[in-house]
């Protein structure tokens, strides 16, 4: 499985951008997708994360109402929109996948994951 993240770079507070992920080698369908984003010398950070049909999401409660994942099923790939950006946003973003068969329960727990992508740094300036 290799997942593959882009979009990311330098913007001012307030700005947007948009984060995407493609999985390959798998079906995508039968994933969880999870955004989450790491700081140097602090844990993974929870973002967000969608259910496998795209029914579902669920949020950290600090990017909730600017934050927004979408998936493309028939793409295999998993966006992030990322709304009214904060410096605190700064970080480097991953996208992970989580198998199906896992469930729903527990997709913001990073040790959840089976697969993660590269990482694709977001810089917001102040």
């Known amino acids: 499985v290799q997942l593959q993240a882009s979009g990311g770079g330098l913007v001012q507070a307030g700005d947007s951008l948009r984060l995407s992920c493609e999985l390959s080698?798998?079906?995508?369908?039968?994933?969880?997708m999870g955004w989450f984003r790491q700081t140097p010398g602090r844990e993974r950070e929870f973002v967000g994360a969608i259910h496998w049909s795209g029914a579902n999401t669920y949020y950290s409660d600090s990017v909730k109402g600017r934050f927004t994942i979408s998936r493309a099923n028939d793409k295999n790939t998993v966006d992030l929109q990322m709304n009214n950006l904060k410096p605190d946003d700064t970080a480097v973003y991953y996208c992970?996948?989580?198998?199906?068969?896992?469930?729903?329960?527990?997709?913001?727990?990073?040790?959840?994951?089976?697969?993660w992508g590269q990482g694709t740094l977001v810089t917001v300036s102040s």
């Open positions: 992970a996948a989580k198998e199906r068969r896992k469930g729903w329960d527990y997709a913001a727990i990073p040790a959840s994951y089976n697969f």
């Open positions: 080698g798998r079906t995508f369908s039968n994933y969880v």
